[in-house]
């Protein structure tokens, strides 16, 4: 059985909509199967988003993740990756489609990070490399 790291975000947990993402998750039909409520530390998020390192949201997003708490999720289900990235929607909360998190609950507020209420790993690898991380 696949396995991914879903976040709700600093903006999704400021917005009491933890319990919206994860009944999503579990109407879907997956499994969550491990869960925590953390404060990020600054080197925990840098080794997260290594891939993004010297584009010009990075920063931004660094400090945005540490602005709140953040709900750690595992989840598990047959092509769970793939499944839940389209529950979230793109990136961008405004141009996602309705019936997705982002594009049901998100909105673009104009700042320099895109607060898009939630993240989930997009391959296995990367998935086994941030449960690692975070759990
Ligand atoms: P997706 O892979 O669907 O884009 P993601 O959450 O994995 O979703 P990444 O491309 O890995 O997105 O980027 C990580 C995060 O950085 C995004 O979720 C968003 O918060 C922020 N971000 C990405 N691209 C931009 C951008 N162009 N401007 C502002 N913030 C961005």
Same mark, same amino acid.
């Given at each position: 059985i696949?396995?991914t790291?879903?976040l709700?975000?600093?903006?999704?947990?400021a917005?009491?909509l933890?319990?919206?993402v994860?009944?999503?998750?579990?109407?879907k039909?997956?499994?969550?199967?491990?869960?925590?409520?953390?404060?990020a530390?600054?080197?925990l998020?840098?080794q997260?988003?290594?891939e993004?390192?010297?584009k010009?949201?990075?920063?931004?997003?660094?400090?945005?993740?540490q602005?709140?708490p953040? $709900?750690?999720?595992?989840v598990?289900?047959?092509?769970?990756?793939e499944?839940?990235?389209?529950?979230?929607g793109?990136t961008?909360?405004?141009?996602?489609?309705?019936?997705t998190?982002r594009?049901?609950l998100?909105?673009?507020w104009g700042l320099?990070?895109?607060?898009?209420? $939630?993240?989930g790993s997009d391959?296995?690898?990367s998935a086994?490399?941030e449960?690692a991380l975070?759990f």
């Amino acid at each position: 059985i696949e396995e991914t790291l879903v976040l709700v975000k600093p903006d999704g947990v400021a917005r009491n909509l933890t319990g919206e993402v994860l009944r999503r998750i579990e109407a879907k039909g997956y499994s969550i199967t491990d869960l925590k409520m953390v404060q990020a530390q600054r080197a925990l998020l840098e080794q997260h988003y290594a891939e993004h390192e010297g584009k010009p949201f990075y920063e931004p997003l660094v400090e945005f993740m540490q602005s709140g708490p953040i $709900v750690a999720v595992r989840v598990a289900g047959q092509r769970v990756i793939e499944g839940f990235r389209s529950l979230a929607g793109a990136t961008d909360p405004t141009a996602a489609a309705p019936g997705t998190i982002r594009g049901d609950l998100g909105r673009d507020w104009g700042l320099k990070v895109q607060q898009n209420l $939630v993240h989930g790993s997009d391959s296995p690898e990367s998935a086994a490399r941030e449960l690692a991380l975070w759990f």
